[in-house]
């Protein structure tokens, strides 16, 4: 049997006897089959010594089990690792940052708890995937709409966590941005409730998210502190109407003046969907992976040989139709000074959605899950198939027309020099309110490839903090790297985040090494030997 | 008790299956194998339901190109619940395995049921869950 780091065979032995007793003897899996299922999929350290992996996994099914799993590894030391649905793929999956946790899975805790349709809330439970909502709401006859991501496998807590991101409305599709009121067990088992959660007797935990002093839920983001058992949600009353439009501009220069009107529009409530920004000549080739920016002379050219326009600009609306057309002329209008400028409506639809709706559609648009991204992969576009899964490369950049050309470009000659593929390259995706995030998936194979691709994700991952440019979101495999960039003031950030982790978790038992986060007893095993 | 039984007898029964491509697909299915098809439309059906554009139905469409084997598994008369059972523990390609706080053994037996009942007793093909959504709110 593989052991936790540090902890001896009887002592995990005596654990996991005490977690059957908590859980059930079938809730405790130790065995090389069900271990398997708990491996990170798309794990670009697959079949290496490296690879990150569970020495066991108990699935509790309510907070009180939860709590004891908690206390049973915390009086051992033994490091646990909480999952929600698992399905993080390309960012980890089921598996552990440090190999030898427990995964502690929560898919068993299921439940919808409530969907208050006068305050447009939820309250769910980390094992609630968006299929489950989804259908939750719809035979409930629920006015309210979910934000989703693409695959729609995932758990809602698990997602915003991770801060994952959809397709909707603005404060709603970064989904971390839409939590109201975590609760989660502590190192010591003890339960928290934040803002007015705390209070009890509250009507109002799922109405104001700061309750009183440092708000809290930013300690869960992404981070090894407690094991959350239940999160609000702020959810979108569904809308009458979605309308999409275009604006597409015929020089390279334009870019700029796109951007910049763009965001004082979205920042100013001109519109509330999730914005596209796109190169339609640069993306004649494959529609989701945009080529390098070329020097401005030569893509105007292209422009001018092809008739296709150098950027567009593809604003989204959600309302009534008589508001969301004005909103749109607005917008428009707004554009007029641009030379040679085009406008178009790309889509209308009137909700709720009809049967025939869903063949038109881009389902997560409308809160809708599906899995129908993972068609990208499986003999999509590109000459990548079959390949074995793939992880995300998604940096911060900045939110100008200049942000997008500079990212491209580093971007693609990085990938080029290094000799990386690139299967989906979007320069800038705005699920996040008022950021860009540069895009882009690289295939990972089982077959032998993974060391290179480690060591040029490594190599961008420097290159890009160079220019000040950081993901938001990483591969554990890359989980220090990242955080290394986060760099100001020697590391403080580290620094304060291990602080906090000392003093809430100090056997630190929970998800070690998280987003390059290490308790002080597994400090040496970061990747730069701890030496930060 | 009741699963076992429901396993062994469509597992007897498939051996009949390639006589039954012809199969009418419409209603319910057999009530023996609800559950099965239960699980198939939440766990399979979002990848291999009869629909175009979905990375599982694509993919084998393309790998039993030029063969009789139908891309959608749900037409499938050729599969075996330890075939079943090794591609949902141990996945494929870009399909991950599933654990079995997700699927559960009896849930995997019950799969497996359905994927080798007779194609007659296992009625119409899943819908997508958005459009069995989407026709549940049409009826209303």
């Known amino acids: 049997m593989t052991t936790p780091p540090g902890i001896d065979a009887a002592t995990f032995a005596d654990g996991l006897a005490a977690m059957r007793s908590a859980v059930g003897d079938e809730w405790v899996f130790d065995q090389p089959a069900d271990l398997n299922t708990y491996r990170d999929f798309y794990s670009v350290l697959w079949g290496e010594p490296e690879e990150k992996l569970a020495s066991a996994a108990v699935a509790p099914a309510s907070v009180e089990e939860v709590q004891a799993v908690v206390r049973v590894a915390n009086e051992r030391r033994i490091p646990i690792y909480p999952i929600s649905t698992g399905r993080n793929l390309g960012y980890g999956g089921s598996a552990p940052v440090l190999s030898g946790s427990v995964v502690v899975d929560l898919k068993r805790m299921d439940r919808v708890i409530e969907v208050n349709e006068d305050n447009c ?83 109002t935990w799922q109405q104001y998210r700061m309750g009183l002093g440092p708000c809290l839920d930013g300690m869960f983001r992404q981070s090894t502190l407690g094991v959350v058992t239940k999160m609000g949600f702020w959810m979108f009353p569904t809308p009458e109407a979605w309308l999409s439009g275009s604006v597409s501009v015929m020089r390279y220069e334009d870019l700029d003046e796109l951007v910049r009107v763009a965001n004082e529009l979205e920042y100013g409530n001109l519109f509330n969907g999730m914005p596209g920004f796109s190169s339609p000549v640069l993306t004649q080739e494959n529609p989701i992976a945009m080529a390098m920016i070329p020097e401005p002379e030569v893509m105007n050219r292209m422009v001018a040989e092809s008739g296709v326009p150098a950027w567009s600009f593809s604003p989204n609306f959600y309302g009534p139709e008589r508001v969301i057309r004005e909103q749109w002329a607005y917008v428009k209008s707004r554009f007029e000074h641009i030379p040679g400028v085009q406008f178009a409506e790309t889509g209308f639809v009137d909700l709720p959605l009809s049967p025939d709706d869903m063949e038109r559609i881009h389902k997560p648009r409308f809160g809708i899950p599906s899995l129908e991204i993972f068609s990208v992969g499986s003999r999509g576009y590109g ?53 860009f995030v540069l895009f882009a998936a690289v295939p990972v194979y089982k077959d032998g490839r993974n060391e290179h691709l480690r060591d040029a994700v490594r190599e961008i991952i420097r290159t890009c903090a160079s220019h000040g440019w950081g993901e938001y979101r990483c591969p554990p495999a890359f989980m220090d790297d990242v955080m290394e960039a986060y760099s100001f003031g020697d590391h403080k950030l580290r620094r304060v985040n291990e602080q906090i982790k000392d003093a809430l978790d100090p056997n630190g038992i929970i998800s070690a090494g998280r987003y390059g986060v290490w308790p002080e007893r597994y400090r040496h095993l970061r990747r730069d030997g701890g030496a930060a | 008790m009741r699963l076992a039984f429901a396993v062994a007898g469509a597992l007897a029964l498939a051996a009949g299956g390639a006589f039954a491509q012809q199969a009418t697909r419409t209603g319910p299915a057999a009530p023996e194998l609800e559950h099965g098809k239960a699980v198939y439309a939440h766990w399979c059906a979002p990848c291999h339901a009869n629909s175009m554009g979905l990375a599982g139905t694509n993919s084998l469409t393309i790998k039993y190109e030029g063969t009789d084997i139908p891309g959608v598994l749900e037409d499938r008369t050729d599969l075996t619940a330890p075939v079943i059972t090794y591609f949902v523990r141990n996945g494929v390609a870009w399909m991950p395995p599933f654990r079995r706080t997700e699927v559960s053994d009896a849930d995997l037996a019950a799969l497996s049921a359905y994927l080798t009942a007779p194609l007659e007793d296992r009625g119409a093909h899943t819908p997508l869950l958005a459009d069995e959504m989407a026709e549940m709110e049409a009826a209303r």
């Open chain 1, 121 to 203: 809330s939820a309250l769910v439970e980390p094992g609630v995937s968006f299929f489950d909502m989804y259908r939750h709401l719809r035979e409930s006859g629920s006015k309210l709409m979910m934000s989703v991501p693409d695959p729609g496998w995932g758990s809602l807590v698990g997602n915003a966590l991770d801060s994952g991101g959809g397709y909707t409305v603005a404060g709603y599709r970064g989904h971390f941005e839409a939590v109201c009121g975590i609760e989660a067990v502590m190192a010591d088992g003890e339960l928290l409730r934040t803002g007015m959660g705390a209070l009890p007797g509250s009507e």
């Open chain 1, 383 to 435: 000459n990548f198939n079959p390949s074995d899964g793939h992880i995300w490369f998604s940096a911060v950049i900045p939110r100008s027309g200049q942000g997008i050309i500079d990212a491209n470009r580093v971007m693609r000659a990085e990938c080029e020099r290094l000799g990386l593929d690139l299967f989906m390259f979007a320069p800038a995706v705005t699920c996040w309110t008022r950021s």
